[in-house]
């Protein structure tokens, strides 16, 4: 057993629960524990030359469990099924314009930057929430790891300028806006909706669940057909 390797595996489960605390008391996106507790960890690595291939040998575990989290998302939509029906028709063509728009806007930034396959199979994947987002990115070829850093930029971005967008949008409906938080920022703007409303947070997590699941499904023969039309 590699002994570095735990210790980083120890010290990112102290850091995330750390700043879990510091940002329940202080609820600022730079201390959200999703970007403050790898910034920390990156310049731990950096300071003592740690390689990734030495961080991941212990915390890949925590990226498996990615994997039973999925299976969970499953209990939102079952508990929210009657709020699925009433709004199928707006759920899913909000959820296939966001994901049309997330693929192609994608391609075309990745040809801006001669990105190549991998990089821009993975970032065409990024799109959804972080569980799914690796799930499509295997199956098409790309890198998970690319397309766990892209789904977090994405959701970071997001929130960032949630409030701007939407008010710039003039949404009157607390559905429309939660829809347009979890399709477009994904977990970072489901907890985002959820600070700003309840019934903004439900709609969040239902999009943001339904094109995971949709995407891992259909963004397969989505992605290779938008490349196929548009290279």
Same mark, same amino acid.
């Given at each position: ?22 940002? #329940?008391?202080?609820?600022?996106? $730079?201390?959200?524990? %999703?970007? *403050? %507790?790898? +910034? !920390?960890?990156? &310049? ?27 299976? @969970?998302? %499953? ?12 709004? !199928? ?20 930034? @990745?040809?801006?930057?001669? *990105? ?27 890198? /998970?790891?690319?397309?766990? !850093? ?6 970071? /971005?997001?929130? @960032? ?5 939407? @008010?710039?949008?003039? $949404?009157?409906?607390? +559905? ?8 477009? %920022?994904?977990? *970072? ?8 409303? #309840?019934?903004?947070? &439900? /709609?969040?997590? $239902? ?5 995971? &699941?949709?995407? &891992? $499904? ?14």
């Amino acid at each position: 057993m590699n002994m570095l390797s735990l210790f980083c595996f120890a010290l990112t489960l102290i850091l995330y629960v750390f700043i879990k605390k510091l940002h #329940k008391r202080h609820p600022y996106l $730079l201390l959200s524990p %999703a970007l *403050f %507790a790898p +910034f !920390l960890i990156i &310049v731990f690595m950096l300071i003592f030359d740690v390689s990734y291939d030495t961080y991941i040998e212990e915390n890949k575990w925590l990226v498996w469990l990615l994997g039973p989290a999925t299976v @969970a998302f %499953a209990i939102p939509i079952y508990e929210y099924r009657q709020v699925i029906k009433n709004h !199928l028709i707006s759920i899913s063509l909000g959820i296939a314009v966001g994901m049309l728009c997330g693929i192609v806007s994608a391609f075309y930034l @990745a040809k801006m930057f001669n *990105f190549d396959q991998v990089t821009t199979l993975s970032l065409m994947s990024r799109s959804i929430s972080t569980p799914f987002a690796i799930e499509l990115t295997n199956n098409i070829g790309g890198s /998970a790891e690319l397309v766990i !850093l892209f789904t977090m930029i994405t959701g970071m /971005a997001g929130v @960032a300028f949630a409030d701007l967008v939407l @008010a710039g949008l003039k $949404l009157h409906s607390k +559905f429309a806006q939660g829809a347009a938080l979890g399709n477009s %920022a994904h977990g *970072f703007g489901t907890s985002k909706a959820f600070m700003r409303h #309840k019934e903004e947070g &439900v /709609a969040a997590c $239902l999009s943001m669940v339904l094109a995971g &699941v949709f995407m &891992v $499904l259909l963004g397969p023969s989505l992605i290779h057909g938008v490349i196929w039309i548009l290279q």
